[in-house]
C-alpha cells in the first residue's frame, strides 16, 4: 500500500509539472506574438501630394450630325415630266430649274381664261359709263364688276399652277439620286431627289437636366466622329426651352463649318461639351477612391500610418475626380492598394511627382 500511494504522488506532481511547464510556454508565446505583431513591417504604396489646381468640366456625350437645309423635292402639280436639267450628286444653285411638267393643257385653260377677262374687262368699262350717265342701277354695275373679278383671279390661278410646273432649288445645295426619268406621269406623292445644304452642318444632342443652368448660348464644343482624326468645332446656337420629361434631358443644337464636306448628316458624332472652369480645385486620380456604404473614402498618410478620411465628391472624368470636401492642400494621398488598406496600418510611402 505504502508503495501504491509513493506512486500515485509522483504521477500527480508530474502532471501538475506538465500542466505548469505548458501555462508559461503559451504565456512566453502569446507575449512573442504580440511583439511580432507591433514590429509588423510596413505596407508599400504609391501616393501623391494633393495640389490645387484648374479643373476643366466637361461633359462627353453621343450626338447625331444633321444637314444645315434638306428638303425632298417634289412635283406640286400632276403630269408628265417633260424635262429634267439637273445630275445625280451635282451641286445646285438656289432658283436652279431642276425638271419641268408639261403644262401644254394648262396654257389653254389660261388663254380660253385670259379671253374672259378681257371680255369682263370690256363689259365692267362699259357698265361704269352707264352709271355715270345713271343709264343702269348700281346693282347691274356691281354684278359686271364683280365678273371681272373673277375672271381675273381665275386667270391668276392658272398662272399659279403653270409656274408650279417648272420645279426650282429652293436653296443651295447638293441634289441627290433621282427617281424619275423624262416623261414619268409624277403626282405630288412622288420624291423626286433629296436636296441638302452641307457647307454647314447640325449637331444636335441632349444632356442631363442637372447640367441645363450650366449650358451657354454661344458656347463652343469639340466634335469627333468614327473614322476620322480630324477636330471639329461648333458653336451652340439653339437650346430648347424646356427639359424633355420622360428622358429629363434637354436637348441642344449646334453649328459647324463643313468646307470640306467630311461630315456627313446622318452619322454619329463625339461631343465634348465644357460647362465650367474650376480654379483651385481638389482633383484626385479615381484609383484612390474607395466607395464604401455611407459614401465614398480615401487615405492619406500620417505620422507613418494610412489615415481613413470620408469626402465628398463630384464630377468624374475617365481618369480623375473632383473632391468638394474631406482633402486639404498639401495632404500625402494614397493611390496604390486602397482597397486592402485599413485605418492605422503602418505604410512607407513613395510619392510621385
Known amino acids: 500500500m505504502k508503495i501504491k500511494n509513493i506512486v500515485y504522488a509522483l504521477l500527480i506532481i508530474g502532471l501538475g509539472s506538465f500542466i505548469t511547464y505548458r501555462v508559461i510556454e503559451n504565456k512566453s508565446d502569446s507575449e ?11 505596407i508599400a504604396v504609391n501616393g501623391i501630394v494633393v495640389k490645387p489646381q484648374t479643373f476643366e468640366n466637361n461633359l462627353s456625350l453621343s450626338g447625331s450630325i444633321e444637314a444645315n437645309e434638306q428638303v425632298e423635292i417634289r412635283s406640286e ?42 371680255l369682263a374687262a370690256e363689259n365692267e368699262r362699259r357698265a361704269k359709263l352707264l352709271l ?23 386667270s391668276q390661278l392658272i398662272k399659279a399652277q403653270i409656274a408650279k410646273t417648272a420645279v426650282r432649288a429652293p436653296f ?10 423624262p ?32 449650358v451657354k448660348m454661344g458656347a463652343v464644343i469639340d466634335i469627333n466622329v468614327s473614322g476620322s482624326t ?18 429629363r434631358t434637354l436637348k441642344i443644337r449646334a453649328i459647324a463649318d463643313n468646307t470640306d464636306g467630311k461630315l456627313f448628316p446622318g452619322t454619329f458624332a463625339d461631343v465634348n461639351l465644357p460647362l465650367s472652369t474650376i480654379k483651385d480645385a481638389i482633383v484626385i486620380p479615381t484609383e484612390a477612391i474607395v466607395p464604401v456604404q455611407n459614401g465614398k473614402k480615401v487615405f492619406i498618410s500620417n505620422m507613418g500610418k494610412a489615415k481613413e478620411v470620408m469626402v465628398e465628391a463630384t464630377t468624374r472624368t475617365d481618369s480623375s475626380i473632383l473632391i468638394l470636401s474631406g482633402l486639404n492642400a498639401g495632404d ?6 486602397v482597397m486592402s488598406l485599413k485605418d492605422e496600418a503602418p505604410i512607407k510611402v513613395k510619392v510621385r511627382k
Open 32 to 42: 512573442n506574438g504580440k511583439d511580432k505583431s507591433d514590429k509588423k513591417s510596413p
Open 77 to 118: 402639280v400632276s403630269g408628265i415630266v417633260e424635262s429634267i436639267n439637273f445630275k445625280e450628286g451635282s451641286n445646285i444653285s438656289k432658283g436652279q430649274l431642276l425638271f419641268k411638267v408639261n403644262d401644254s393643257e394648262l396654257r389653254a385653260q389660261l388663254s380660253q381664261t385670259t379671253t374672259k377677262e378681257k
Open 132 to 154: 355715270q350717265k345713271e343709264a343702269i342701277s348700281q346693282e347691274e354695275y356691281d354684278i359686271a364688276r364683280a365678273e371681272y373679278a373673277s375672271a381675273k383671279a381665275q
Open 172 to 181: 443651295s445645295g447638293k441634289i441627290g439620286l433621282r427617281s424619275i426619268s
Open 183 to 214: 416623261g414619268t406621269y409624277i403626282t405630288p406623292t412622288v420624291l423626286v431627289a433629296k436636296l441638302v445644304n452641307v457647307e454647314k452642318v447640325k449637331i444636335s444632342f441632349s444632356i442631363p437636366e442637372k447640367y441645363a443652368a450650366q
Open 230 to 247: 480630324n477636330k471639329y468645332t461648333a458653336k451652340i446656337y439653339a437650346i430648347e426651352p424646356e427639359v424633355e420629361i420622360t428622358t
Open 332 to 337: 500625402t494621398l494614397i493611390t496604390s492598394g
